[in-house]
């Protein structure tokens, strides 16, 4: 269920997972948020990232979160007996107050500047590198995330993505948002592999705002070095 956009059929299983592990009473968001949980969009992203990191998890792994927000991901990972670091540009501020994530407030591009080559198990993002940097059409924040993360990894090490992209091209305006297949190409030009190659089937395709004007849907990444 990874390198290829989320199906319709495929929210059940990702619900699932939120209610089976009781994330929702583990780790209660603020009262505005705590409805998230029940939001396809958020629920889809942030198990379909926690079911690629069972599949490729070990012992006491050093993982990195860009973009961490308020969101559960990085506390849940962490509480697995994993040493985090969550980077955030605008917040530091989180509803688990026994987390031992450690919350830094940074550029997440600047900061990849200040981690030693090699040393990173695993970073994952929750749709936040496709906001970073964007202009004119384009989103040249993609490759330098993916480049930077790619010498910070150690060998073997997983990128863990789930993120909204476009499902048509002619949709495609400022750049914030690109297609799947764009996503994957610039991944394997960076050097990353993807097993399986990225899955470009849209039949089935799962979109963020059912009934509106939009393309956009999620897609899921889990490269390796």
């Known amino acids: 269920m990874y390198n290829k956009y989320v199906f319709k059929n495929e929210f059940s299983i990702y619900k699932n ?38 599949e490729i998890k070990s012992d006491s792994m050093k993982v990195v979160d860009l973009g961490t927000g308020e969101g559960p991901l990085p506390h849940i990972i962490s509480d697995q007996g994993h040493d985090v670091t969550g980077v955030d540009n605008m917040r530091v501020d989180h509803p688990f107050k026994t987390s031992l994530v450690q919350v830094i407030l940074r550029d997440a591009i600047e900061f990849l500047t200040d981690i030693e080559n090699e040393s990173i198990d ?10 970073f940097d964007f202009a004119g059409g ?74 509106r004007e939009t393309d956009l849907s999620v897609a899921t990444f889990m490269l390796k070095k």
């Open 17 to 54: 997972y939120i209610l089976e592990n009781k994330i929702p009473e583990k780790y209660s968001l603020k009262e505005k948020d705590h409805k998230l949980y029940d939001t396809p969009d958020c629920y889809t992203k942030w198990a379909s990232i926690l079911m690629m990191f069972d």
């Open 122 to 131: 695993v970073f994952t993002d929750s749709c936040s590198v496709t906001h």
């Open 138 to 211: 384009q989103n040249p924040g993609w490759k330098s995330v993916l480049s930077g993360v790619y010498q910070k990894l150690k060998p073997g090490g997983y990128f863990l993505i789930a993120s909204d992209c476009h499902t048509l091209p002619e949709r495609k305006r400022d750049g914030e948002f690109l297609l799947g297949e764009e996503i994957a190409a610039t991944a394997r030009e960076c050097g990353f592999t993807l097993t399986p190659e990225f899955n470009g089937d849209k039949m089935e395709v799962a979109y963020r705002n059912a009934g």
